[in-house]
């Protein structure tokens, strides 16, 4: 099956971190865009950013730049995402998805990691 | 609010034809290719429509996507109850540097 698979929900207190993985399974990695979107219960879809996975560059959105760093490790086929100074406003669940490198069109999505940040 | 529009909810019966609008902007819709993501309850989004009207490989062909202007719809012809679902636009921004979703449309099928 081709879908992403990601880690575990997980439950921080306000102002911690959290850092959610991304394993590619059932594509080629490298041909691939990695985007992480989050959405927060009953709302829309937001993206946060993206990651060409061959050369680490990354597109955030302003919304959360300077709080999210995107990364990858190309041997363990693995994309990442941390989200900093964590608030009860970013208990979501958070998707990576994959699209073809340049592209906006998300074709793979993971199961989703639900993030719950509650004090 | 989103910075693309989309109706909160439709209603149609089974077999009918449905369409779902988006309106944007000259900065991203104006501009920049149209996505359409299908959301059944509790699974993940699911690529419908690319490029403003391709349909990837494995979607249906009930599903179909057009362009004019600053706005774009999809539509969903044949109506089944498995095309109960949210539907999510979406668009580069030029102006946000970022990639927009509408709303969602919540999809009643009666």
């Known amino acids: 099956q081709v879908q992403p698979v990601q880690s575990g929900a997980e439950m921080r207190k306000p102002g911690a971190s959290v850092k959610v993985s991304c394993k590619a399974s059932?594509?080629?990695?490298?041909?691939?865009?990695v985007h992480w979107v989050r959405q927060a219960p009953g709302q829309r879809l937001e993206w946060m950013g993206c990651?060409?996975?061959?050369?680490?560059?990354?597109k955030y959105s302003q919304k959360f730049q300077g709080r999210v760093t995107i990364s990858r490790d190309k041997p363990s086929i693995t994309a990442y995402m941390e989200l900093r100074s964590l608030r009860s406003e970013d208990t979501a669940v958070y998707y990576c998805?994959?699209?073809?490198?340049?592209?906006?069109?998300?074709?793979?999505w993971g199961q989703g990691t639900l993030v719950t940040v509650s004090s | 609010q989103s910075v693309l529009t989309q109706p909160p909810s439709v209603s149609e019966a089974p077999r009918q034809r449905v369409s779902i609008s988006c309106s944007g902007s000259?900065?991203?819709?104006?501009?920049?290719?149209v996505n359409w993501y299908q959301q059944l309850p509790g699974k993940a989004p699911k690529l419908l429509i690319y490029?403003?009207?391709l349909v990837p490989s494995g979607v249906s062909d009930r599903f179909s996507g057009s362009k004019s202007g600053t706005s774009a719809s999809l539509a969903i012809s044949g109506l089944r109850s498995e095309d109960e679902a949210h539907y999510y636009c979406a668009s580069w921004d030029d102006s946000l540097s970022a990639l927009v979703f509408g709303g969602g449309t919540k999809l009643t099928v009666l």
């Open positions: 998805a994959s699209g073809l490198v340049g592209t906006f069109d998300l074709d793979f």
């Open positions: 000259r900065s991203n819709i104006g501009k920049n290719a």
């Open positions: 990651i060409n996975v061959v050369n680490g560059y990354t």
């Open positions: 059932g594509y080629t990695f490298t041909s691939y865009d």
């Open positions: 490029s403003d009207d």
